[in-house]
RNA sequence: GCUCGGAUGGUGGAAUCGGUAGACACGCAAGACUUAAAAUCUUGUGACCAUUGCGGUUGUGCGGGUUCAAGUCCCGCUCCGAGUACCA
């Protein structure tokens, strides 16, 4: 009989929305395992053949999972909020929400044609007013919380108030933007609107002064890893630096806690590593300067072992030390200067490697040697990290060194044998010489020595520094989640709870308005009751999607987020499968938002996912025709270097095997209507190439194509096949016939003669064998996420049942629950096909018995005189004195036993047993 | 530049603790069935040599080292990929 899987699919999709098989509730009596997919932005393209790869990993792990006895929550749901869906809607005026609502229901529908094991009554949708109710709540939360540097965590804004009332700053823990000073007497003086100023200055979600990444293409503003290279990741549009007032996340305060949650989580090093690197600690010290005329300023070191090789100091352009330290002398050059630096873009800012810059006039006075410091003005130094100005050293600093040669600075080198005549010695290692009291140690007891005296006299302090910057929480675009917040003199408030959601308002435009205000400014009454206007910016497309596995757990509660019971019951994520595109992203961003839950109590645990597994990309497989220059003649791939060719794209789906339809291509374009063919071996042979899926390479591949022709089944085990889900890979259509043939083998186990014919006879000791070395591998391939080498064991394992023409009902169910994860479909028809009434999920996984796996032979290499001279196979249980006799007697020892040399036997697997003669 | 990965047949990949390298699959070749094709099945398939002896040599990017034994461990290179980049 026929293996139909077009029939079996439809009808056992059927049966698991009849029993809603996939409904999972909290259950304590079954511990829980939590299995996420990062949930995809529905775009107008629809699925291609590469997104499901991870799905599809997740939902064995599912499904494997479940039949391990785990109450599992395995949900799905969509990143709707987006800048294509708004491009599109400015371009047709077609409401996002009709064109975001259509692609979802697309990618609905060819996801459900895999057959994933979802709990859809659980989906979120992030741009359903109901769902962003809570991440408006997030937001006014965050608003009304500082961090506490002491504590560790965030706490009510009322707290800090209420010091400030007592005390003023003194003794303060909280993270600011700036570092205030005032006392209790004069906080009581201030007016509201200053004691907001100062408030805003503390709180986690803030409105704040910044440089931002402006791309007036796109009308917004972006944030950090959202731009790459100077260009925008969405559309490649050139990026800016403009100073904006904007919303920003205080993720800063969260750097230590960020980096340190590192070590308690199961990712692969290299993640870690990105976000290591991307929240970038470093351990220094800040050191105070004077300056001649009573201005002082900090800069931010990890070098303060190399203090006595200052020769000057560095300002950023943007620092506003510039104006209080330029000289009346140099202001001309200056303001040229700031204005040219201005001018140039990120873009020019990094193509631009000439040093430039201009004294300010000024000198600072070292702290140490009293010597005068010229103070220059550079964009080598950066405004956004540290205090925005430099000590200069440059005989260990190359950008330092650089901008002193350009400029004819001293150069002092301070490490004993190094030679600064053409570059700079960076490394830090070495003795210190040149440095007073630093000299003769090394230089990594230097950089405490130095900290030290520089505390010890009050002209600075230790500290830690960190890269990671605070996120800017703005968008000058319609399509986002609206801001709870309304302005009343020109301070900015939160709506009511309440009032939540604050639901996005209809516009007659999704363009900025004629004076460059954001959409929502078109929207009419957008106020308040009481008539205070309410924000015109949205959140950005990271908002929704940092605390959704939160709200999966407990969908439909409009009191909260997450109800107490259920977030202690499901706790954090146990798998999440996503790309690594969001490194730098969605994970820095998800982490610092649940740990912000966290300390409120939202989320029982900090970490929102334990383990996570970056799925690789799939890349496109394109194909080539070879056209002879000129002419309408196409040469088969081995032949084409005899002429004089040059390669074209070639839809894919006119080739199979690299072997071209050559009908099918005359047809495919009215070009090639009359083209002419020189084949090799009668046939035309493409030439290929490893590219990004793209419609333009015409390599694209839709899974709806490979579920028609294969079925559901052949593409999950297909795509498992692959390769390591990890590794990025093309997708290759040449080898899913091999899949297929599997399945239908498989399928044929259960057949005799067109009828199903499955016996109850005892299993022969190979069948078990076979069997349970399968229960075995897959098991534990399915524990490492090994599912190709899974795939190749089921392979294997009936191979070795056709050969033992095996039809045993035992033997046959256990293969069949564990195919189950891998291919559902077919294994529901064959187990209820078994006789079974309830669905093959709900059966327990089989277990592994070590009995039928003993060997009864192993594999010896014996080895003379150090070298592997040939193999025997002996009885597993034989003694070593019994091997030694064997080995003795052998024919091919005779040569080596009759000399008088030292010998060895080497026993393989194992250890090495020396036998004495 | 820095950080982290990786390199195994014609192809995708396996080798889980240092223990018979190339599992499994694709492709290719030969054969069976067939009027024929497709499908299916059988056999072979790293390279080189020998194939009237069913064996030998060599082989996991390159060069060294440790070990009875190295794709795997150590040292030094080459190339490829990813992330990041005036971060003081």
């Known amino acids: 009989m026929d293996y139909n899987f077009e029939e079996i699919e439809k ?301 000057f100091m560095v300002l950023a352009p943007e620092s506003e030390l510039v104006e209080q330290l330029v000289t009346d002398e140099h202001r001309e050059t200056v303001d040229a200067y700031l204005e040219k630096t201005k001018r140039k873009t990120e873009r020019e800012r990094i193509a631009d490697k000439t040093v430039s810059g201009v004294f300010s006039g000024s000198y600072a006075i070292h702290p140490f040697t009293g010597e005068l410091l010229p103070i220059w003005i550079s964009d080598y130094v950066l405004a956004g990290y540290g205090t925005g100005a430099i000590m200069a050293v440059p005989a260990h600093d190359s950008r330092d060194y650089a901008f002193a040669k350009q400029f004819d600075l001293p150069i002092i080198p301070l490490i004993e044998g190094c030679d600064v005549s053409e570059e700079s010695f960076d490394a830090k290692e070495g003795i210190m010489m040149n440095s007073d009291f630093l000299n003769g140690l090394p230089v990594q007891e230097a950089i405490s020595a130095a900290i030290d005296e520089i505390e010890q006299r009050g002209i600075g302090y230790r500290k830690v520094n960190y890269r990671l910057r605070d996120a800017i929480f703005s968008r000058q675009r319609y399509w986002g989640e609206p801001f709870p917040i309304y302005y009343k003199d020109g301070m900015p408030y939160t709506l009511d709870e309440s009032k939540l959601p604050l639901e996005l308002p209809e516009v007659d435009k999704f363009l900025p308005t004629e004076t460059g205000e954001p959409p929502l400014a078109r929207a009419k009454n957008w106020k308040t009751e009481e008539g205070y206007p309410l924000e015109v910016s949205t959140m950005p497309g990271f908002a929704g999607s940092s605390a959704y596995y939160l709200r999966y757990m407990d969908p439909h509660n409009n009191e909260a987020l997450v109800s107490k019971e259920a977030d202690d019951y499901w706790k954090n994520v146990d798998l999440y499968i996503g790309g690594t595109e969001h490194a730098t992203g969605h994970l820095i961003y998800s982490r610092f938002w649940n740990k912000f839950l966290f300390d409120l109590g939202v989320s029982c645990v900090e970490e929102p996912f334990q383990k996570l597994i970056n799925q690789g990309m799939i890349q496109g497989r394109s194909n080539f025709v070879y056209r002879i220059i000129n002419s309408n003649t196409f040469v088969s791939f081995n032949l084409k270097d005899q002429y004089d060719t040059m390669p074209i794209h070639v839809d894919i789906n006119i080739v199979h095997n690299d072997v071209l339809d050559i009908d099918a291509f005359r047809n495919w374009n009215p070009e090639y209507k009359d083209a002419e063919f020189i084949l090799e071996d009668g046939k035309y042979i493409c030439g290929w190439a490893v590219e990004k899926m793209s419609k333009s390479m015409f390599n694209v591949i839709n899974p709806d194509d490979i579920v028609k022709k294969y079925g559901a089944d052949t593409l999950r085990l297909y795509e498992m096949f692959l390769g390591p889900i990890e590794q990025s890979k093309p997708w290759d259509t ?148 019994e091997i030694g006799k064997t080995v003795l007697e052998h024919p091919n020892s005779k040569k080596w036993v009759e000399d008088k040399t030292p010998r060895k036997i080497i026993i393989v697997p194992g250890k090495i047993v020396n036998i004495v003669i």
């Open 11 to 311: 009808r056992w999709k059927q049966y698991w929305i009849d029993h809603q098989t996939y409904k999972v509730k909290e259950d304590s009596s079954k511990p829980k395992y939590y299995v996420l997919d990062m949930f995809p932005y529905p775009s107008g393209a629809g699925l291609h053949v590469g997104h499901p790869l991870g799905y599809i990993a997740s939902d064995i792990v599912a499904r494997y999972k479940r039949l391990q006895g785990f109450n599992v929550l395995h949900p799905m749901g969509f990143d709707a909020f987006g800048l294509p869906a708004e491009q599109y809607a400015i371009q047709t005026g077609q409401h996002p929400a009709i064109t975001t609502y259509k692609n979802i229901a697309r990618y609905r529908e060819q996801l459900d044609k895999i057959g994933f094991s979802y709990d859809w009554s659980r989906e979120v949708i992030t741009c359903d007013p109901n769902y962003y109710k809570w991440t408006q709540w997030a937001f006014i939360k965050m608003f009304h919380h500082y961090y506490d540097n002491e504590l560790q965590r965030a706490e009510p804004i009322e707290n800090l108030v209420k010091h400030f009332e007592e005390r003023g700053t003194e003794g303060i823990h909280a993270e600011g933007t700036k570092e205030l000073h005032f006392t209790a007497d004069e906080w009581k003086t201030k007016s509201e609107r200053e004691k907001q100023e100062i408030l805003m200055n503390y709180r986690i979600a803030y409105l704040g002064d910044t440089m931002v990444n402006w791309c007036p293409q796109l009308g917004t503003v972006l944030a950090n890893d959202e731009v790459s290279e100077g260009f925008s990741i969405r559309g490649g549009y050139p990026v800016e630096q403009k100073k904006m007032r904007q919303w920003c996340l205080r993720v800063s305060a969260y750097a230590q806690r960020l980096l340190d949650g590192l070590e308690k989580i199961d990712w692969s090093d290299s993640l870690k590593e990105t976000q290591r690197n991307w929240i970038g600690r470093s351990e220094g010290a800040v050191v105070h300067f004077n300056t001649q005329t009573g201005v002082s300023f900090d800069v931010f070191t990890t070098r303060p072992d190399t203090i006595f090789g200052v020769t």
């Open 734 to 881: 040449n080898g899913i016939d091999g899949v297929y043939r599997f399945l239908r083998k498989f399928w044929n186990l259960f057949f005799t003669d067109d009828n199903f014919l499955v016996t109850d006879d005892e299993p022969s000791k190979e069948e078990l064998k076979s069997l349970h070395k399968l229960i075995k591998k897959v098991t534990f391939d399915i524990e490492n996420f090994s599912f190709n080498t899974a795939v190749s064991a089921f392979m294997i394992c009936v191979n070795e049942l056709i050969s033992l023409k095996c039809n045993k009902r035992s033997i046959l169910t256990d293969l069949t629950i564990c195919l189950s994860p891998f291919a559902p479909h077919i294994a529901e028809e064959l187990w209820h096909r078994l006789g079974n009434e309830t669905t093959i999920f709900d059966v327990q996984w089989p277990t592994y018995n070590e009995e039928y796996l003993k060997e009864n032979t192993f594999s010896y290499a014996i080895s003379f005189n150090g070298k592997t001279r040939f193999t025997l196979d002996l009885p597993a249980d034989a003694t070593r004195e």
